[in-house]
């Protein structure tokens, strides 16, 4: 079974910063892309950034400038740098992850973790 575990959200003011891990665990051959997605009340879904494992990444038009996802493929983690945070970052934050396992190959997800900005 594999398992993705995000850590790091929280309050923060408007301007202020944060920084999102995900890690994932269990019986993993590989990693392929990783990424952060969000979810906002009454909202869908939507794609924050994506890496790849030779580190390609990919952005909203929302969060260019702001964010920057990255990772260590030794340790199957995921981060996301957020700066310069505006109210409308405000969402749950998920991480996935392409795992190729002894099960085969599946997108897994995170519980997700809040982040709040606050003007």
């Known amino acids: 079974q594999v398992q993705l575990v995000e850590s790091g959200g929280g309050l923060v003011q408007a301007g202020g910063s944060l920084r999102l891990s995900c890690a994932a665990s269990?019986?993993?051959?590989?990693?392929?892309?990783m990424g952060w997605y969000r979810q906002a009340p009454g909202k869908q879904r939507e794609l924050v950034a994506t890496?790849?494992?030779?580190?390609?990444?990919n952005y909203a038009d929302s969060v260019k400038g702001r964010f920057t996802i990255s990772r260590e493929n030794a340790k199957n983690t995921v981060y996301l740098q957020m700066n310069s945070l505006k109210p409308e970052d405000t969402a749950v934050y998920y991480c996935?992850?392409?795992?190729?396992?002894?099960?085969?190959?599946?997108?897994?997800w995170g519980q997700g973790t809040q982040v709040t900005v606050s003007s």
């Open positions: 890496i790849t494992n030779s580190h390609s990444t």
């Open positions: 269990g019986l993993i051959f590989s990693i392929n892309a």
């Open positions: 996935n992850a392409a795992v190729k396992s002894f099960t085969g190959s599946n997108v897994y």
